[in-house]
Nanobody, 121 residues
Framework: QVELVESGGGLVQAGGSLRLSCAAS????????MRWYRQAPGMQREWVAG???????VYADSVKGRFTISRDNAKRTVSLQMYSLKPEDTAVYYC???????????????WGQGTQVTVSS
């Protein structure tokens, strides 16, 4: 199967920085788009940023200019560098990837287990 494992979350003061990483492993033929989502308490999960396998990036307006998504295709990792963090960035952050597990097979979306980011004011 396919497993995504996030790391790098923690507690940081407002204005600080954190870097999240997500590593994919298992039966992987190819990985297409990779994304970060987040879910604050009592809120729906929201999309934060995405990156194609060629490196094209897109961001939610709420994080544009403060967060940077990147990936290493050889290592099958995606990262999210977060700067100028705000208390409203507090959430569980999840990585998501469109993975093909074999030649000619369909892509499926896989999720990590999430990593907590807490920004204190």
């Amino acid at each position: 199967q396919v497993e995504l494992v996030e790391s790098g979350g923690g507690l940081v003061q407002a204005g600080g920085s954190l870097r999240l990483s997500c590593a994919a492993s298992g039966r992987i033929w190819s990985i297409n788009d990779m994304r970060w989502y987040r879910q604050a308490p009592g809120m729906q999960r929201e999309w934060v940023a995405g990156i194609s396998n060629s490196g094209n990036t897109v961001y939610a307006d709420s994080v544009k200019g403060r967060f940077t998504i990147s990936r290493d295709n050889a290592k099958r990792t995606v990262s999210l560098q977060m700067y100028s963090l705000k208390p409203e960035d507090t959430a569980v952050y999840y990585c998501n990837a469109d993975v093909r597990t074999g030649l000619g097979l369909a892509e499926y979306g896989y999720w990590g287990q999430g990593t907590q980011v807490t920004v204190s004011s």
